[in-house]
């Protein structure tokens, strides 16, 4: 794969530990090893942050001091997807962030990192915004987020070293931070489900 993840579920030890559950002891130590394995990488490396309200989102200030150790390419920040109720999670749809609220922690994320990181895309539906490096990616004021999966491909097959700026290709409009397709192709359909309820939801 061209991009190397490392979840980011909470950006303190404690929080973390209510959030996973993790099963080792010295798991603190453990996780800020991933991440700081990720600097000395050529490929694509991600931050992912799953945002939850009442849990995580107050933690800004420790997620900023995460980023320094890990120096990561992208920070991929998704509000939680609520699942239902379970024996194993405490989660509610109080828990869930609009995409609002995850606008609005990516831009103070973003102003924390002093330039490092700005608002790259968005995807309105996914409730999903992407942080990324100024200095890789912003080229001529524009965004080269995209993969070239062609020029990935062969890069890959030549057997020869290679970087994450051989394979980057120019950022659609329409999913730049702030477009007003939200993210959306405008090339693809949109299928919107029809909900219906009671002796409606009976006819035909």
Request: aromatic content about 12%; glycine content about 6%.
């Amino acid at each position: 794969s061209p991009r190397l993840y490392v979840s980011v579920d909470a950006a303190t030890k404690e929080s973390l530990k209510a959030v996973d559950r993790p099963l080792f002891s010295d798991f603190w130590e453990r996780f800020l090893d991933s991440l700081k394995s990720l600097h000395d990488k050529d490929q694509r490396t991600v931050y992912r942050l799953t945002l939850v309200k009442g849990w995580n989102v107050e933690e800004i200030d420790a997620y900023a001091n995460l980023l320094k150790l890990g120096q990561p390419d992208f920070i991929e920040i998704k509000g939680v997807t609520y699942c239902g109720s379970s024996a194993t999670s405490k989660l509610t749809m109080e828990n869930v962030p609009w995409h609002a609220d995850v606008k609005e922690f990516s831009e103070v994320l973003a102003s924390k990192s002093g330039g490092v990181y700005e608002l790259a895309c968005e995807h309105v539906h996914s409730c999903c915004v992407l942080l990324a490096k100024v200095d890789k990616f912003k080229i001529n004021g524009k965004w080269h987020t995209w993969i070239d999966y062609d020029r990935f491909n062969e890069l890959v097959t030549s057997g020869k070293p290679f970087k994450s700026s051989d394979y980057m290709a120019v950022t659609p409009s329409w999913a730049v931070y702030g477009a007003d397709e939200g993210g959306f192709d405008p090339d693809q359909a949109r299928f919107k489900k029809e909900r219906r309820h009671g002796a409606a939801a009976l006819k035909g």
